[in-house]
């Protein structure tokens, strides 16, 4: 698996790279924000360390970018302590947050455990996968059911439920879900996903004016709910 490593003191990175490495992880370095973002955009990453005081650019403008266009995992290194930032920093979709001074050790058990949540996404090598809300999701022939009945749905339904989907639970922007289903270079009215949202909820909700399944977050966004009553 492959690690983008972003931190501008070299001593950090000099050690988090060799104890990554003794775990068999591949083992990218940037030490500003915009050699990271340039990499980012670049080369394709399973998770990504990424201090926030960083020259160029910060570490919550890469975060933001990268929320943008990927799902990547994210686990932010910080000086910041308090509880404010941490709220903060994860509010901007990063997945894990280790405050410095930290041991190599504790980074990589917290990578390990990130990796492992993320590896049970949907994706490429997924067939089908049932939650208990009794919607089921192939990846493979694209096809969504609910309650063993198959729901027509277009390619961009698919895809916004099925990035919904990769991680339950978890709260997603317009702006994330514009960025992740129709590209960084979207420039049309991030509303639109309002729309698709509408139309999934008149095909798989029992009741859309009150949905369980997407569940409206009030001014954040969307969240998948896998455990709504089927």
Do not use: W
């Not at 990271?36 to 970018?65: Q, T, W």
């Not at 997603?172 to 729309?195: C, K, N, P």
Request: proline share 5%.
């Amino acid at each position: 698996m492959k690690i983008l490593l972003v931190d501008d003191e070299k001593k950090i990175t000099t050690v988090l790279k060799a104890y990554l490495q003794q775990e068999g992880y591949s083992v990218t370095t940037a030490a500003n924000g915009l050699m990271a973002l340039a990499l980012f955009k670049e080369n394709s990453y399973d998770l990504v360390l990424l201090d926030l005081m960083l020259p160029g650019l910060s570490g919550e403008e890469i975060c933001r970018e990268i929320r943008k266009i990927s799902a990547t995992p994210v686990i932010m290194l910080t000086a910041k302590v308090e509880e404010e930032e941490r709220i903060f920093g994860l509010g901007l979709g990063a997945d894990d947050y280790i405050t410095k001074p930290f041991s190599p050790r504790e980074v990589v058990a917290r990578v390990r455990a990130v990796l492992r949540r993320t590896n049970t996404d949907l994706g490429p090598v997924a067939d089908t996968v049932t939650f208990d809300n009794g919607v089921s999701i192939n990846t493979i022939q694209h096809e969504v059911r609910y309650n063993g009945e198959v729901i027509p749905l277009t390619p961009m339904e698919f895809r916004l439920l099925s990035v919904m989907a990769k991680h339950p639970g978890r709260v997603y922007s317009r702006t994330q879900l514009v960025g992740m289903v129709q590209g960084y270079d979207f420039h049309g009215d991030e509303r639109i996903v309002d729309a698709h949202i509408k139309k999934i909820r008149q095909k798989i909700e029992e009741i859309p004016a009150e949905p369980k399944i997407i569940i409206t977050v009030y001014g954040i966004g969307y969240k998948f709910n896998p455990n709504a009553e089927a």
